[in-house]
C-alpha cells in the first residue's frame, strides 16, 4: 500500500496497512492475517541494518530481514544480495518467503497486465502506468505485455491477465486485501502465491497480481507522487514489502518528498526476484521410457530434458506404487533381471522418470514392460574342458528376446560326476546342480566323466522340464 500523504513518519506506521491486508504496528508486534486462502503469506515487520562501512561501494553482500511468522513466532533468515549491492539505501524487504527465498514471478515468462477504470475519469492515467510497468521490466528484466482494458469487478479474476489495475473507491480497494480503509487511503497491491512442484513442496511462484487505486486521489498528486504510487503498489505485485529508509519507493508514505523513482534499495531487492535469478520452471516433462534388454539386464531411459533453472536430476520410480527405485544425475537406469524376474507374482512392470530441478519435479508418462512372457528356448550345456566340467546358462526368450540367464529359472535335482582315468575309476565323484555349478581337478589326465541323475527346470509360469543325465559321457578336450 502506498501510504499516507504528509504525516509525520512516527505517526504514519499507525495507520498503514501492509499491501495483503496486513497491519503493521509501529512496535513490531507480529501481525494477525486476515487473507483468505489460497494467499500464501509471510507477515513482518522490517528494521534493516545501514551497509556495513567496511564493504566497498558496489561490494558483494547480504542483509538480514528480521521476519515473523504468525504462526511460530519470530525468526531470522537471510537473504543473499545480488552479486553488485550498493552501500548507501540498500534497504529491502520481501512480502513472502518459501524458506529464506522470496517468492517470485517466473521472469522468463511474459506477464500480462489489463486496467480497469471502473468509468472513472483517470483514464488519461494509462500511459503513465505503462511507464510504471516499463520502469519494473528494466529493473527486474521481466516482460510486461499490456493486454487491454478489464471488464470484471474489483477483485474477480480476469481471463487473459495475470495482473490486473483498477482505479476504484477507496473501500473496493480496502476490501480487496482486507486492508484498513484508511481515508487517506491511495492505493493496495499484492499477489496470490502457489507453490510449485507437484506435491506442493517447491517454491511460492506468484500467480495473480492485483492492484487498486482510489481513483478521487489520483488529480490531487502530483506527476512524481502518481508514479512513486503506480511503483509502489507494483511493488508490492512483485513481493516486495515496506521499508523505513524514506528515500526508496517501497517507503509507504507517498508525499512530495517520495522519489517517483526506483532507490538503490528497491532496484536491489527487485535484482533478487529479476531475470538475473535465473528461470522459475520446473523441467520439460521427460518422454516415455524405452526399453533394451541384455544379457543381464533392463536399461530404461529417457531423452535429456531441458531446464532454464539449473541442473537436473532423474528419478526412476515404478509408476504404480510410486517407489522410487534410483535416482540418477542421467536419464539412463539399468535393472538386473533379477530384480525383474525373481518375483513369482510379479506379471509387468510400469516404470516412470520423473525430472526434477531445485523449483519442483516434472513426471514423465509412464510405460509398462512385461516380464510374464518368458519361455526356455535352450537347455544349459554341459562341457567339458581339460579338467574342468562346468553347466552353462539356460537361453531365455523374455519380450520376444533371447538371452542367456537362469534368471526367472527354477532348478531342482542333482547330476552325480563319477571321474575315470581312461577307462579306470580314480574313485572322484562330486555333484552338479545346475547352471554355474562347476569342479576343476587336478593331477589328472586324459578324464572322462560319467554323469547320472537328472535336472528338472522350470520357467515362471510355464510347465517342467525334467532331463535324464543318467549314462552320459563326457571327454575333457
Known sequence: MAGVRHLHPLLAGLALALALGYTVPVTGAPAVPVAPEPIVITTFDVTQPAAPTSVAPRATGSVTVRVFRSESGAETVTATGPGRLSTSGWHYSFLTLWGHLPAR????????????????????????????FAAMSRATGIRFVYAGRAAAAVGRTTPGADIVVWFTTRRQGAAMYGAHASANLLGVGGHTD???????????????????????????LTARERMNLYLHELGHVMNLGHVLDASQVMNPMTSTRSPGTFGVGDRNGLALLGRVQGCVAVPIRPSRPTFTLTDDALAISVPRVSSPSGPVTYTLRDAVLRNVIRTSSTPIFTIALSVLLSHPALRDASFQVVAQNWVGPSAGASRTFEVDAVDLVALPTITATGTRISVGAASLRICGTSVPTTEGLTITGSITVTVYQGTVPTGTTFALRGPGSAMALSGFHDVRYHLSGSLSYRVRGTGSQTVDYTGVVLTAT
Do not use: H
Open 105 to 132: 514471478w517466473n521472469p522468463c515468462a511474459t506477464i500480462r497486465w489489463k486496467v480497469n477504470f471502473l468509468g472513472n475519469r483517470v483514464t488519461t492515467e494509462l500511459p503513465r502506468l505503462t511507464a510504471a
Open 194 to 220: 502457489w507453490p510449485l512442484g507437484s506435491t506442493g513442496g517447491g517454491p511460492l511462484v506468484p500467480q495473480r497480481g492485483d492492484v487498486a487505486f482510489v481513483a478521487t486521489k489520483i488529480p490531487a
